[in-house]
C-alpha cells in the first residue's frame, strides 16, 4: 500500500508539471499563431490511451509517463517528423517565426515550470507557514549514523557551528557540510567542546547515498503506534511505553535501540518499558526482519519547533525567494555531482518516487512538487540537443552569426541528443536496480 501511494503521488506530480511544462509551449505557440499539431500529456509509440481532434490541434494522452509532448509545426522534435520540411516555409510554421518569437515558443515550458515552483512555494507557506527545528532546541544532540561515525560525528554531539559559523536550524548542517564544503563542525561532545574536521571523502559518499540519514535529532522511543501483526505488539508492548533497556543494556533513545534490536534477529530478547510510574519487561521473539513493528512518536513530542507564519501578499516574496534558493542550492549540488563523481550513483524516476512520504501528505505533495518543477526548468535549460536549452543554443547562434544551422544539421544534433538522453535515462534506471537488488 504504501509503494501505491508514493508512485500515486509522483504520477501525479509528473503529470501537473508535464502538463504546464506542455503548455508553456503551446501558449507561446498559439499566442504567435504557429500550428500546434499535436498536444499530449505522456509519450504515445505505437497506441495513445485516449486522443481527439480539436481544431488543428490533436489532444492526446500516452501510455510512457517519461515526459510530454507538444508538436509544433515546422519544427524539427523528437518525432523526426522532417517531411514538411521538405515544402517551402508555411507563415503558421516555427521555422517561419522571427529569432525572439521561436526563442520564447522554446523557453515557454521553463518558463512555465520555474512560475509553477515560485507559485506553489508561496502557498505553502501562505497554507502551513514554515516549520523548523532550531538547532538549541536539538536537547539531545544528534543521532550520527555509521557514515556520520566514519567521518567522527558521534550519537549525543550537539552541534554548534559549521567552519565556525553559527547554524540556526538543524537543516542548515547538511546544507553548510554538503553545499558550503565545510572543512570543520564545531560541537559539545561530553560537556567539552570539541572540532570535527571533516574528510575530505564525505561530499562524494553524500552525494552517492541515496537512503543515508547521516545525522538526524536524538529523541527518547515511546511507541506512539504499531504495524500490523507486530512482533511488538504481540508480545504485550503498548503504546505510550517509553522504552528505556533492551537485555541487560540500558537503551534510552530510539536510535540505540534500532541499532541494537538489529543484532539480534531471530532470537528472544527483553524489552524494559516505563509504563506510567511502573518499570515493566517484556519478552519478545525478534523476527528476521530485526524489526518490532513499532513507530516511534514524532519530533514534535519531544522538541520545542518554532513556525513562521505568513499572510497572502507575504508569502509571494517569501515563496519567490524560497524558489530561487531552492534552484541556486540545486545548481551547486549539480556541480558538485560532477566534481565528486556524483553521476555514478544517478537516479531515474524510481528515485524521484522514492522522495514522496509513505502516507499522502499535500504539504509534502506540494513541497516536493515545487522541487521537482525547479528540477525540471534547469535540466530542461541545459544546453544538449533535444532539450530546450538545445534548441535556445542554436537559436541564439543563429542571432549571433545572422545564419541559421541548416535543418540536415539540426535533424543530426536532435537525433544525437536523444540518444543521449535515452542513454543517460537507461544508465540512471540500470542504477536504481543495481541499488534495489543491492539494498
Known amino acids: 500500500m504504501e509503494i501505491f501511494i508514493k508512485i500515486s503521488q ?4 509528473l503529470s501537473i508539471l508535464v502538463l504546464l511544462h506542455e503548455l508553456g509551449h503551446f501558449m507561446f505557440a498559439k499566442l504567435f499563431k504557429t500550428k500546434v499539431e499535436k498536444f499530449y500529456l505522456f509519450f504515445n509509440p505505437w497506441f495513445s490511451i485516449f486522443k481527439y481532434k480539436k481544431g488543428d490541434t490533436e489532444y492526446g494522452l500516452g501510455w510512457l509517463p517519461i515526459g510530454g509532448y507538444c508538436k509544433i509545426a515546422g519544427m524539427i522534435d523528437e518525432s523526426m517528423d522532417t517531411n514538411a520540411l521538405k515544402e517551402p516555409p508555411q507563415p503558421w510554421e516555427f521555422r517561419s517565426k522571427p529569432a525572439w518569437q521561436r526563442l520564447l515558443i522554446i523557453s515557454g515550458g521553463v518558463i512555465m515550470n520555474f512560475l509553477l515552483a515560485l507559485f506553489l512555494y508561496s502557498m505553502v507557506l501562505f497554507v502551513w507557514g ?18 556520520a561515525c566514519q567521518a567522527g560525528f558521534r550519537n549525543g554531539d550537539m552541534i554548534l557551528s559549521v567552519d565556525n559559523k553559527p547554524v540556526e536550524t538543524f537543516s542548515d548542517i547538511l546544507h553548510g557540510l554538503v553545499l558550503a564544503e565545510a572543512k570543520t563542525v564545531q560541537v559539545v561532545r561530553n560537556a567539552e567542546k570539541t572540532e570535527i574536521e ?4 564525505l561530499i562524494e559518499k553524500l552525494i552517492k547515498s541515496d537512503k543515508i540519514a547521516f545525522i538526524s535529532p536524538r529523541f527518547p522511543f515511546i511507541i506512539s ?9 504481540q508480545a504485550g508492548l503498548m503504546t505510550e511505553d517509553r522504552i528505556i533497556g533492551l537485555n541487560n543494556d540500558t537503551v534510552l533513545f530510539f536510535d540505540e535501540f534500532k541499532t541494537k534490536i538489529g543484532t539480534l534477529k531471530n532470537q528472544d530478547a527483553t524489552v524494559k518499558v516505563l509504563r506510567g510510574n511502573d518499570t515493566v519487561s517484556v519478552n519478545v521473539h525478534v523476527p528476521e526482519s530485526g524489526l518490532l513493528g ?3 512518536a514524532g519530533l514534535n513530542r519531544f522538541f520545542k519547533t ?10 509571494i516574496p517569501a515563496g519567490i525567494s524560497e524558489g530561487f534558493s531552492t534552484l541556486g542550492a540545486y545548481v551547486s549540488q549539480f556541480k558538485l555531482i560532477f566534481k565528486h ?3 555514478e550513483s544517478v537516479g531515474s524516476f524510481i528515485s524521484f518516487t522514492r522522495i514522496f512520504p509513505n502516507q499522502w501528505d499535500w504539504q509534502a505533495f506540494f513541497t516536493l512538487t515545487a522541487f521537482l518543477s525547479i528540477i525540471l526548468a534547469f535540466m530542461n535549460i541545459l544546453p544538449i540537443p533535444a532539450l530546450d536549452g538545445g534548441f535556445i543554443l542554436f537559436i541564439l547562434y543563429e542571432v549571433i552569426m545572422r545564419r541559421k544551422p541548416s535543418d540536415k544539421f539540426l535533424e543530426y544534433a536532435q537525433m544525437s541528443g536523444m540518444m543521449l538522453l535515452f542513454g543517460l535515462l537507461l544508465y540512471a534506471t540500470f542504477n ?8
Open 10 to 13: 509522483f504520477l501525479l506530480s
Open 130 to 147: 514554515k516549520e523548523y527545528l532550531p538547532v538549541k532546541n536539538a536537547t539531545y544532540g544528534i543521532s550520527a549514523d555509521s557514515l
Open 198 to 201: 571533516v574528510p575530505s571523502w
Open 225 to 233: 503506534d504499531f504495524v500490523k501483526n507486530s512482533a511488538g505488539k
Open 294 to 296: 513499532i513507530y516511534p
Open 306 to 315: 518554532e513556525k513562521q507564519t505568513f499572510t497572502l501578499w507575504q508569502s
Open 341 to 343: 563523481k556524483g553521476y
Open 432 to 439: 536504481d536496480i543495481v541499488r534495489f537488488v543491492i539494498n
